[in-house]
């Protein structure tokens, strides 16, 4: 009954995976390869821990 107010970490991770894809386009646009390719590891960490959730979640 009260999963319903749970928040899923799940959804927070893919918000903020997709908020770092964003910012490493923007740095792409700009020509700041560093920050692309820095903010683009980044958001694969995030994917990362987006599968580990869901592997659990299916065990």
């Known amino acids: 009954m009260f999963s319903l107010f749970k928040s899923d970490p799940v959804k927070k991770l893919k918000k903020a995976h997709d908020q770092k894809l964003e910012e490493a386009f ?25 599968q580990e959730f869901k592997a659990q979640k299916l065990s």
């Open 26 to 50: 923007l740095a792409q646009r700009n020509g700041d390869i560093q920050s692309y390719s820095q903010l683009t590891y980044e958001a694969e960490q995030i994917h990362k821990q987006i």
